[in-house]
């Protein structure tokens, strides 16, 4: 990762413009004191009193200057110093009568910190216990829970070092605890409910980071406060994976008399607050708002994913271009959630996630629909569709009725050419199967083509940084559903009319010629076909489904697990009709084969034409017989594909197709 321009600020000097990095420059290597979950995370919240206002005395030394390890300041004794910022200092300290670790944040001056951080109450923002008045120096002691770990920043910053496919939650986890001083967990002591961010891989553990922060900043807009300096350094991660929201000095608190101060980092702020930042205009600023927070958690997931910032500079003109896709400086990434980041970071805040609430819920589905796409097999077929799927998608489907094609004149051929009137009955056939052909077929493939068009033309667009509207994405995922049960239709409708109209018209061209066992074979050859090309048909499909087009037509999921369990349901009990079908080839070919015994007689049997038929009708009961097996290993595999996509079985990659 490149090194990034220091984070800029308006100066200090401007009384409109602050800057705070709390905990920015946690120190690493030094072991911190031993340490229990009841100190760090503290009681429930007490009832919160700001201390008075006490004179500050010019022309005396910065008391915040002379702070030192070991000092007392009024209940506290000062440990070591956690970071620093233009607001103040921050120790790690213990609060004496309660023999609890707390971080001590020591200012000269007010702010709404802590009234603002009084009212959350919330998992993933560090908790204000107090703030008092030291009366011998005149400074403001702000008592929050103390959280074992590190920024975000430092994470990032280690994380840099690593190749990107093992930059995973476990790996976030191990760095936490090295820089933070802290052992690393014990591998048996990770399990999935105290451990979410230790089973994620890169891309679930942003999705999960980003939910949590999500809902963070949801509780503290629910409360009214927004917190308008959202960014990495403001991000800290505790040794056992839990990430909290911090410094809340820029806050917006609503009541009236409260302090409010304008701030925020540029790097990571909306066009309108950049705008709003330049100017004291009142309606400038009252544009800053929920939709603005969301925007600077869409650029730290950006730099989550990247390793970089979107912008090259703290321009709002740049911000108002477009929105920037990580995907293109990382093109493994899925495509859903390029998409959730390139909404959080839209210069419309009307085009954003409406509310933080909003944005977690759709992370935590990426996370669930990134999980359940990896779990779905993906074997060479699989890979190739992917990466040409609409070549691959319009050739495969073909497969089982060009098979079709062949079993009907192969078949027919090698039958009539031992019949006396071959000549007539093989000019007829072949007239009327041609004409039959160019009529049914161009009218089914045109249908097929354009039930699949739809679909394809949304999974392209989805794998594209081109804008696509949620309800074309749910009605292009509701016509792949459809698309196999159509596809066997549409395939049935093609070849079996076949078996009824072709022998009837050879039958009026030449009623002397044409017998009912001649017209029986005809029939029988379109049939077998027509069973050959649906039910080959409908695995192609569900394949296309299962694999491909399903997994990638979301866009904001919310619960897909769920979706998917509603959504798939009728799959299994489809695959399982198609394995009948699949059986009934071999067993109607083996019907005909023994009819031909029974029926044929004694000059029959020695002719050279019936000794061919008989090798033809037992290659079709062998090729009926592999296909009903191939037929059983895909569905097998497909209903793998199925219950992994709702989790309620396993997959196998090794037997994927």
């Keep these: 990762m490149t090194t990034d321009p220091p984070e800029d600020r308006k100066p200090q000097a401007d009384p409109s413009v602050v800057a705070t990095q709390i905990f920015d420059s946690v120190e690493s290597g030094?072991?911190?004191?031993?340490?229990?979950g009841s100190e760090s995370e503290g009681g429930g919240l007490p009832t919160f009193e700001a201390p008075a206002k006490a004179p500050i005395v010019r022309g005396q030394p910065d008391p915040l200057a002379s702070l030192a390890p070991g000092q007392r300041l009024a209940q506290f004794e000062l440990i070591r110093e956690l970071g620093a910022g233009s607001f103040g200092r921050v120790f790690l300290a213990r609060h004496l009568p309660l023999d609890r670790l707390v971080a001590l944040k020591v200012t000269a001056q007010h702010s709404g910190e802590a009234r603002a951080l009084a009212r959350l109450e919330h998992d993933h923002i560090v908790r204000v216990f107090a703030e008092e008045l030291d009366a011998a120096s005149g400074l403001r002691l702000l008592s929050m829970q103390y959280v074992p770990g590190t920024t975000l920043t430092k994470v990032m910053e280690t994380l840099a070092e690593m190749p990107a496919p093992s930059r995973s939650g476990r790996a976030m986890i191990r760095a936490v605890a090295v820089l933070s001083a802290e052992r690393p967990p014990a591998e048996e002591s990770i399990g999935r409910e105290s451990w979410p961010l230790a089973h994620c891989d890169r891309v679930e553990a942003v999705c999960w980071l980003g939910a949590r922060l999500a809902e963070a900043l949801d509780h503290a807009h629910h409360q009214g406060v927004l917190h308008r300096d959202v960014k990495p350094s403001n991000i800290l991660l505790h040794v056992n994976g839990r990430v909290l929201l911090t410094d809340f000095?820029?806050?917006?608190?609503?009541?009236?008399?409260?302090?409010?101060?304008?701030?925020g980092t540029p790097a990571y702020m909306a066009p309108e607050h950049l705008d709003a930042f330049h100017t004291d205009d009142p309606a400038a600023r009252a544009a800053v708002d929920a939709r603005s927070d969301v925007y600077s958690l869409g650029v730290v997931l950006f730099e989550l994913i990247t390793g970089q910032r979107p912008f090259r500079t703290a321009s709002a003109e740049e911000r108002r271009e477009m929105a920037p896709s990580p995907r293109?400086?990382?093109?493994?990434?899925?495509p859903v959630l390029d998409r959730v980041v390139r909404r959080c970071l839209d210069p419309d805040p009307r085009n954003r996630y409406a509310s933080a609430g909003e944005l977690a819920r759709v992370l935590d589905g990426c996370r669930e629909l990134v999980a359940l796409s990896r779990a779905v097999p993906a074997g060479p077929l699989t890979r190739a569709t992917r990466k040409r799927p609409l070549l691959v998608a319009s050739t495969l489907p073909l497969i089982p009725h060009l098979v079709g094609a062949l079993v009907v004149f192969g078949y027919t051929l090698v039958w009539v050419s031992s019949h006396p009137h071959r000549a007539i009955l093989q000019g007829h056939y072949a007239q009327m199967t041609m004409w039959y052909s160019l009529l049914v077929?161009?009218?089914t493939g045109g249908i097929a083509y354009a039930l699949t068009r739809p679909i394809w033309r949304v999974y392209l667009l989805l794998m594209?940084?081109?804008?696509?509207?949620?309800?074309?994405?749910?009605?292009?995922r509701r016509r792949a559903l459809r698309k196999p049960f159509l596809g066997m239709l549409l395939s049935g409708a093609g070849w079996l009319p076949g078996a009824i109209v072709l022998p009837l018209l050879v039958w009026m061209m030449a009623p002397d010629v044409v017998t009912w066992e001649v017209l029986s074979h005809y029939c029988f050859a379109f049939v077998i076909a027509g069973l050959i090309a649906l039910t080959y048909t409908e695995f192609v499909d569900q394949f296309l489904l299962l694999c491909v087009a399903y997994p990638a037509l979301w866009i904001d999921p919310v619960r897909p697990r769920e979706v998917a369990r509603v959504e798939l349901e009728p799959v299994e009990r489809r695959l399982r009709v198609s394995q009948v079908l699949s059986v009934m080839v071999p067993l109607a070919t083996g019907i005909v084969l023994m009819a031909g015994l029974v029926s044929a007689g004694p000059e029959q049997r020695a002719s050279s034409g019936y000794r061919a038929f008989l090798i033809v009708v037992a290659g079709l009961i062998g090729l009926g017989l592999t296909g009903s097996w191939l037929a059983v290993l895909m569905s097998g595999r497909l209903s793998r594909a199925a219950a992994a996509l709702t989790r309620t079985g396993e997959g196998d990659a090794s037997e994927a197709p």
């Design 464 to 476: 594209s940084t081109t804008p696509v509207h949620p309800d074309e994405v749910l009605r292009a």
């Design 328 to 334: 293109q400086l990382v093109p493994d990434l899925p």
């Design 30 to 36: 030094r072991e911190p004191p031993p340490h229990n």
């Design 441 to 443: 077929f161009p009218i």
């Design 249 to 263: 000095n820029l806050a917006a608190d609503p009541r009236p008399g409260e302090i409010q101060i304008f701030g």
